[in-house]
């Protein structure tokens, strides 16, 4: 059988796959050209950027399996696929750590003033040290804040972990009811059990100092005009989930009004072309769509797809 790889995958699933017996394609087609090329492939893997919608599914009759390296699958046109009787897989706990962590590195960069002080260190650190050193001379901390997490599947589950380990309380906010205690693994192999309280949205909003996004894609956003409202003055937000969770327009509207003190975004409403007044605001962190992007999560996603491949093809 032929696979086609079309957003690459790791070097381990690549030799996993082609061990089990396949034939591995990891040059890129075009969105364009899918429909018609994808008529060779027996199975396609994708990330994000790559889409797999009902046109595609229509045209390759062959196609067998899907698999999609990460976490959400809105790029898939998923229960059409499975109608049609096509294995549809993703790899939802692979990433999980390489997000919360990229998460915390917005966090810290944003009380400690880093992504604007990166960008203005060169031009003007020669000739403005003094002014630049009292512009961010009011840093905080984490720990004993409280961090608001939107959204409690793996990714959330293990940001709240990571803001537990550094010391801040820690609130979440999800549809179902969420464990009680959430488990750290400590160094010298000590495990502890910390209690979760989880609230509703609202009280979230109101009580958290910052707050972090972990939920799929949505018509709607989540946190809108009327959220950021409720929000603490000087609160922190990110969202390396999906874009469209926030309004855009609604968080640079109370970014310059000073209600909402930093945000970090992974994930944008019109990628691979975010909004210029996001790309330029002063008080914005800014990473493209990488929080899966470390050689540990993409060797982990690239085993983890390669077995669900293996496993659903071989049978």
Known sequence: MKILANDGIDPLGKRLLEQA????????????????????????????????????????????????????MDNIDVEYARERGITVVNTPAAS??????LVFAHLLGGVRFLYDAQRKMPVEGGTNFGGLKKAYAKGKELRGKTLGVI??????????KVGLGLGMDVIVSDLFEVPKTLQLSLSGGVIVDVPIKQVE??????????????????????????????????VGIVNASRGGVIDE??????????????????????????????LGHPKVSLTPHIG????????????????????????
């Open 21 to 72: 017996g396949f034939t591995v394609d990891t040059n890129h087609i075009p969105q364009e050209e899918l429909a018609q090329r994808l008529q060779e492939y027996d199975a396609i893997t994708v990330r994000s950027a790559t889409k797999v919608r009902k046109e595609v599914i229509d045209a390759c009759p062959n196609l067998k399996l899907i698999g999609r390296g990460g976490v959400g």
């Open 249 to 278: 327009l609604a968080l640079i509207a109370a970014l310059d009004s000073g209600k909402v003190a930093f945000a970090g975004m992974d994930v944008f409403d019109n990628e691979p072309t975010p909004r210029k007044e996001l």
């Open 201 to 234: 949205l609202n009280e979230l909003l109101q009580q958290a100092d910052f707050i972090s996004l972990h939920v799929p894609y949505t018509e709607k956003p989540i946190i809108g005009e009327a959220e950021l409202g409720l929000v603490k003055p000087g």
């Open 151 to 160: 959204g409690f599947g793996r990714i959330g589950r293990e940001t709240a």
């Open 96 to 101: 999980s750590l390489s997000v919360a962590e």
């Open 292 to 315: 899966a992007a470390t050689e540990e999560a993409q060797e982990r996603i690239g085993e983890e797809l390669a077995n669900l491949i293996i496993q659903h093809l071989t049978k």
